[in-house]
């Protein structure tokens, strides 16, 4: 078993993919730093200072406390606090998470529905397809936005106030999700059409293996690296959306805030001197979306034979 895996390590170390990531600067340096923004949000009890969810834990007296090297800082508190006294550094590292979590789930829905409907539609073909591509077509037409804004109003019309707070994350993973399907059943779908005509899916059906095995064993792994590349930087659309809805005030409560609401709250005292409230999550933000944009460029670099 120990050879086996060191056998799949060094395969990995050989491949093209690592020996291009060990010569690009910007992969290396997004990795680090998602891989540092990830451990950090997800071991957040142990790293952050302070829990800014415990009341026992706050004092009025540290609110609006600026950054430890401003006039008037403190080291116990490096990024400040807002008005409740909550540490600026634990608060967006909470709050980090709570978007983490709902990109990735947002981002794991919309991609298996999209996958499936799109590989579905191309291998089947016929009016299924025509079906299929048809929504995806009016869908494409509705910015993400406003669709997840629909889904989230609709679930507010549906359910009372307090079942929907307690179940925010799980319809924001939803609106989100049911959002940005389409582009994975387009892209999934033009890779199918491509993958069934070709010999080892004929001689699949003679020999025959039934359409499902065919569809899961032979043309979904040859279709994964566009759809692996979109993910990617769906990704960070998808904590985009959640921190846009949720700084719109339809997001998660502020009870449970992230990065989107931690910027909505900070927005109110951004003109009245407390600048480090909105400004410290709106760059914690960019940093997040913008390092996953890079590797997901360098992905797309690196797994277009036509770029090579």
Partial sequence: MQNQNLS?????????????????????????????????????????PYNPFDPSSLSLMDAFTPPSWSEGGTRNFLLGTDGQGR????????????????????????????????????YFGGRYEM???????????????????????????????????????????????ISEWPQFARVSRAATLVEKNKDYVSASTIIGVSNLMIMLRHILPNILRPILVIGTIGLALAIIAESTLS????????????????????????????????????IFLVLLAFSINLLGDWMRDTLNPKLK
């Fill in 8 to 48: 799949f390590i060094n395969k990995i170390i050989d491949s093209d993919i690592f020996f291009s990531f060990k010569k690009s600067p910007t992969a290396i340096i997004s990795s680090l730093i998602l891989l540092i923004i990830f451990f950090c949000s997800f071991f957040v009890e142990i790293i952050a």
């Fill in 131 to 177: 079906f299929v591509m048809r929504i995806t077509d009016v869908q494409l037409t509705i910015p993400s936005i406003l669709m997840a804004l629909l889904v989230d109003g609709i679930a507010r019309g549906i359910i009372s106030r307090e079942l929907h707070d307690q179940m925010a994350i799980y319809v924001l993973i939803f609106a989100i999700g």
């Fill in 247 to 282: 700084f719109l005030g339809v997001g998660v409560p502020p009870t449970t805030p992230s990065l989107g609401t931690l910027i909505r709250i900070g927005n109110d005292f951004l003109f009245s001197g407390e600048w480090w409230i909105t400004f410290f999550p709106a």
């Fill in 87 to 122: 540490d600026m550094l634990s608060t967006i590292l909470y709050g980090s998470r709570i978007s983490l979590i709902v990109g990735f789930s947002a981002i794991l829905f919309s991609l298996t529905l999209g996958v499936t409907l799109g590989l579905t539609a191309g």
